[in-house]
């Protein structure tokens, strides 16, 4: 089992950064690959990005590609998403996610955090 818990989340001004932080318990977190999603109101849950176990392969939206990056710290069982120039269009809640396979735009991932609002005014 893994717990996983999102922080970092506020509200920021557009072309502003955040940095979204997401610790999971257990001692098995390196054995994960971590999503990040997000879901905006009235939308999908939607694929933002994803590392490896190891942090050595990271993939992303095409939406925020460029924008956003994806680290972890094994050693401290978390795992980060740095959000730069922030456009309105993604406001959303953003989740970070475990899963034992590297999955890559799909929802399927085996444990999921209770997401934290990012809101990007204009």
């Known amino acids: 089992q893994v717990q996983l818990v999102e922080s970092g989340g506020g509200v920021v001004q557009a072309g502003g950064s955040l940095r979204l932080s997401c610790t999971a318990s257990?001692?098995?977190?390196?054995?994960?690959?971590m999503g990040w999603f997000r879901q905006a109101p009235g939308k999908e849950r939607e694929f933002v990005g994803v590392?490896?176990?190891?942090?050595?392969?990271?993939y992303y939206a095409d939406s925020v590609k460029g924008r956003f990056t994806i680290s972890r710290d094994n050693a401290k069982n978390t795992v980060y998403l740095q959000m730069n120039s922030l456009k309105p269009e993604d406001t959303a809640v953003y989740y970070c996610a475990a899963s034992s396979r590297l999955r890559i735009g799909t929802n399927e991932y085996d444990y999921w955090g209770q997401g934290t609002q990012v809101t990007v005014s204009s």
């Open positions: 257990g001692r098995t977190f390196s054995s994960y690959a």
């Open positions: 590392i490896s176990w190891s942090g050595t392969n990271r």
